[in-house]
């Protein structure tokens, strides 16, 4: 059974500074990519950024690129989320979600992911 811990969310000004961790397990993900998904109060799931498993090229939503950086680490099944320059409205829950590679759905859409974390809280003070 996949298992998706997502961890290092908290509280930080604006301009600031956050990495969120995403402990993966349960199976092989090497035809998987990984995603970021974030969860605003009222608002719809949204894409932030994912990463191919096998290779680690990434995607990004427009919003964050040149702020938030994707990596993975094959050996600790670990899938992490730089975030830097931090606003107030990246206020959030963030999410990781595993979804195959070739699909046929796309990237952004939760519907092309398949296993999610409970998520973590990221709040940016202004």
């Known amino acids: 059974q996949v298992q998706l811990v997502e961890s290092g969310g908290g509280l930080v000004q604006a301009g600031g500074s956050l990495r969120l961790s995403c402990a993966a397990s349960?199976?092989?993900?090497?035809?998987?990519?990984m995603a970021w998904f974030r969860q605003a109060p009222g608002k719809e799931r949204e894409f932030v950024a994912r990463?191919?498993?096998?290779?680690?090229?990434?995607y990004y939503a427009d919003f964050v690129k040149g702020r938030f950086t994707i990596s993975r680490d094959n050996a600790k099944n670990t899938v992490y989320l730089q975030m830097n320059s931090l606003k107030p409205e990246d206020t959030a829950v963030y999410y990781c979600?595993?979804?195959?590679?070739?699909?046929?759905?796309?990237?952004?859409?939760?519907?092309?992911?398949?296993?999610w974390g409970q998520g973590t809280q990221v709040t940016v003070s202004s």
């Open positions: 349960g199976r092989t993900f090497s035809r998987y990519a």
């Open positions: 990463i191919r498993w096998s290779d680690g090229i990434p």
């Open positions: 979600a595993v979804g195959m590679i070739g699909s046929g759905l796309g990237f952004t859409p939760p519907s092309a992911y398949d296993y």
